[in-house]
């Protein structure tokens, strides 16, 4: 019998698309108000914040449209897979993306969930300013080109 492994620090979802279709200003780190059927499943690396963005909601960040599985063991207990989950930012920081959002029009995207040292689990949102289809195709260009440039240098040394 096959036991998952748990994640007991690092890094659980990763969204590689956000750098692609965003360009990213600034990066900031959130806790996340989570269930403990919730915590349970991220454990087992079981996640997507893919289609997720953080918004306001009555003053308070919020986590929308993250997946989160429901955690078989749990039976009746279980959480809603795609609920909002509140972030956790100082109030400063809050006032601070909430003006921004207001003002700027900018969006706040989730780049990574990961649990720190200490087991909380924790998220980075970057703000961001969504590219134009020139500045993706650049972003292309300038992939493929470090991509043939590291080739280039491997073969030379």
């Known amino acids: 019998m096959v036991k998952n492994r748990l994640i007991s620090f690092g ?3 990763e969204n590689r698309k ?4 965003y360009e990213i ?3 900031i780190q959130a806790g996340i108000i989570l269930t403990g059927t919730e915590v ?3 454990r087992l690396g079981k996640a997507s914040i893919n289609e997720s963005y953080a918004s306001d ?3 308070k960040l919020f986590l929308i449209n993250s997946n989160i599985p429901i955690y078989e063991a749990a ?6 897979p795609t609920r909002q989950r509140e972030l956790l930012v100082s109030k400063k920081e809050r006032n601070k993306l909430l003006g921004l959002i207001k003002k700027e029009g900018v969006t706040l995207v989730p780049l990574s969930l990961y649990f720190n ?4 689990a924790k998220i980075d949102i970057g703000i961001a300013k969504g590219k134009k289809k020139e500045d993706k195709r650049e972003s292309i260009k300038l992939r493929d080109w470090n991509r043939q440039k590291s080739r280039i240098m491997k073969e030379n040394n």
Not at 117 to 120: D, E
């Open 25 to 27: 200003k600034e990066k």
């Open 40 to 42: 349970k499943s991220l």
């Open 57 to 59: 909601t009555n003053g």
């Open 75 to 80: 039976n009746k207990f279980n959480h809603e």
């Open 11 to 13: 890094r659980i979802a």
């Open 117 to 120: 040292n200490k087991g909380f």
């Open 18 to 21: 956000a750098r692609y279709n």
